[in-house]
């Protein structure tokens, strides 16, 4: 069982398993933008300086260099803050990486409002979107630092470009690092429930988890699922769910438009139409403060999830 | 200004080095080692070169000012506020939720004096080509002034703008990079050398000029040598510090982003004073 409490990061989770990947395999290389001790990638720096390749503050650079790695044989792993990665970068992911699926890992930490007090221009909020629009890409979004470590093995495994998102805050341990396998195709369900689920991703999963305890007190049975791969979505998977819970919500710290609130809702309104809401951002840039009042002044607490859920528990 | 004597500069100097160690301290983050960087540059432009109104902070007829190393935004709100562009105890609401000291600025939070946004590294020497060219449109008189950080210049984006400004021969646009030799995770040399920028910058056909940057007189000949030379844009090497002002922070990069303790404030502000 999950323990809330027990939190850490997931880029530390990150920074570790690029570690235990270089060790095995020399074809490992891992880029950076003048923001390694941010982005973990220094943890693999220190230890293999010689595959460590920091290019400097040239996001675009960045991205096409680790294009060129690939194209002649390396695995490489490419990281900076998602802002930076994702915006900066977009049309060299587009055009040079994902256009031929090239197989470039494409790991991007401080995503959402995480970066809290530096305000709107480093707020990432748009970027699963963004990245999802592009052919070919895969878009997954780890909840723990165990499922942080296996989702960058397999990155590391499959061939083709990859975009992981990543926070800057800490991560409760939801997972076993013995009994714990990543699939993309199969979701994991953190709590069961019968009349609502809440589908989430990566750190608003502890939000989901506390609006669902919320939501027992008040006799609502909510389940949990972590939508760890928003791109391909397991279609099946969700549909699943969706036959079983007569109601779905879905949470996230990101745009409503374009995000998994988006990618649920294209597979649920064609292969399984159920009464459903969306939670995240309402189409706005972040702006400056602590994270946690960030949280509370775009309504991504327990208690709004909470709320949201009874509407539409009630309206049925 | 008397050419020769600084003393009221300098000592405008330490007053924004404290503002700056404060409104960082009670945000509890914010980039003051970036800051004590350009205080002196940002202090020379806003106080002697630049024309501006600060009572009528939209005066079409004023010099503009972007700042490309947007993580300095607690410099120039202190430069601002000294200067009266708005109160200074405002200064203490910087990275609060409402404030309009966003982490880095956001015009469209209405702080007078802001002329544009920036935070993403390498935008605004666009931004502030297209206001130089837009001056040139309408016939008018007023100049441009970017601060590039030294790191920023690693942006293609950069060097686009450089490109474009010498096509345009606009004279009216003055950039002052912040040579620090420093960026947030190294030196310059180690993690991407921008080799001879001096002639870097020529090579794009820009009048270059170096000053020492946080000495008054060397910036003030600087800008007068900017001033005075037409067709072409101008380009101040500032050589500088990162962290300057205050001893255990210069050029210590554990202090790029980290939060000061209670006692490394305090031993911060005592430090400012012994050194005025
Ligand atoms: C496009 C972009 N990439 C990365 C960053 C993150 N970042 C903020 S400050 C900084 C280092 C800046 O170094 P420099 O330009 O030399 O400024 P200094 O702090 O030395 O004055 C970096 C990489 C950013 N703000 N924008
Ligand atoms: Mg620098």
């Given amino acids: 069982m999950y323990d809330l409490n027990v939190c850490s990061h997931n880029r530390e989770a990150y920074g570790r398993a690029l570690v235990e990947l270089g060790s095995t395999n020399p074809d490992v290389v891992v880029l950076d933008a003048d923001l390694s001790t941010s982005t973990k990638t220094s943890i693999f720096a220190e230890r293999f300086p010689e595959r460590f390749i920091d290019v400097g503050i040239a996001e675009q650079n960045l991205l096409d260099i680790a294009a060129g790695l690939a194209l002649s044989g390396k695995i490489p792993f490419v990281s900076t803050f998602s802002i930076f990665g994702c915006g900066r970068g977009w049309e060299q992911i587009r055009n040079t990486i994902a256009m031929d699926s090239i197989n470039v890992n494409i790991v991007c930490t401080h995503a959402g409002l995480s970066l809290g007090g530096d305000g709107a221009t480093h707020q990432a909020l748009e970027d699963i979107a963004i990245m999802r629009a592009i052919p070919n890409m895969q878009v997954i979004v780890p909840a723990d630092p165990v499922e942080t470590r296996a989702v960058v093995q397999y990155a590391a495994a499959y061939q083709g470009p990859v975009y992981i998102r990543l926070s800057r805050r800490r991560s409760p341990h939801l ?23 809440i589908l989430s991703t990566g750190n608003m999963i502890r939000k989901a988890l506390k609006a669902a305890e919320c939501l027992a007190e008040d006799g609502i049975s909510a389940g949990v699922v972590n939508v760890h791969t928003i791109k391909p979505l397991a279609r099946d998977a969700i549909c699943s769910i969706a036959k079983k819970t007569p109601a779905i919500v879905t949470l996230e710290e990101h745009n409503v ?4 609130g988006s990618a649920v809702a294209e597979c649920l309104v064609q292969d399984c139409p159920v009464p459903m809401r969306i939670i995240g951002v309402e189409d706005r840039f972040g702006c400056s ?10 309504n991504l607490t327990p208690a709004h999830v909470a709320g949201v859920v009874k509407n539409l528990v009630r309206e049925r | 200004m008397e050419s020769g004597n600084y003393d009221n500069l300098n000592e405008i100097a330490t007053r924004l080095r404290r503002h700056i160690l404060e409104m960082t301290a009670r ?7 970036s800051s ?33 190393k947007g993580h300095a935004a607690p410099a120039l709100y202190a430069v601002l506020a000294e200067r009266g562009y708005f109160p200074v105890p405002e200064l203490m609401t910087l990275r609060q939720v409402g404030s309009r000291l966003q982490g880095h600025p956001v015009k ?36 441009v002034f970017v601060l590039l950080g030294d790191g920023e210049c690693q942006e293609g984006q950069v060097w686009e703008a450089a490109m474009a400004a010498a096509h345009f021969k606009c004279d009216n646009l003055v950039v002052i990079v912040d040579y620090n030799a420093l960026q947030s995770t190294g030196t310059l040399d180690e993690i991407m050398s921008l080799g001879d920028l001096r002639a870097k910058w020529e090579a794009f056909g820009w009048s270059v000029t170096e000053a020492r940057g946080h000495d008054f007189g060397s910036l003030q000949d600087a800008l007068a040598g900017a001033r005075a030379r037409k067709g072409m844009p101008h380009l101040i090497l500032a050589h500088t510090m990162k962290g300057h002002g205050v001893p255990f922070i210069e050029g210590n990069l554990e202090y790029h982003s980290k939060p000061l303790s209670a006692d490394e404030l305090a031993g911060a502000l005592h430090a400012l004073e012994v050194r005025h």
């Fill in chain 2, 108 to 143: 469209s939070y209405g702080l007078p004096g802001l002329d544009a946004s920036s935070g993403s590294l390498g935008q605004g020497i666009s931004t502030a080509v297209g206001i130089a060219l837009a001056a040139q449109l309408d016939g008018a008189d007023w100049r």
């Fill in chain 1, 175 to 197: 997972f076993d690092a013995a009994g714990y396998r990543f699939d993309p195709k199969s979701y994991p369900v953190l709590r069961e429930g019968d009349d609502v689920t």
């Fill in chain 2, 27 to 33: 945000a509890g983050s914010g980039h003051y080692m």
């Fill in chain 1, 257 to 260: 438009i374009g995000g998994l």
């Fill in chain 2, 36 to 68: 004590f960087s350009c205080v002196e540059i940002l202090a020379a432009l806003y106080f002697q070169e630049m024309q501006v109104r600060p009572d009528d902070p939209a005066w079409p007829g004023r010099d503009r000012f972007v700042l490309g």
């Fill in chain 1, 289 to 298: 403060g602590r994270v946690d009042e960030l949280f509370e002044k775009f």
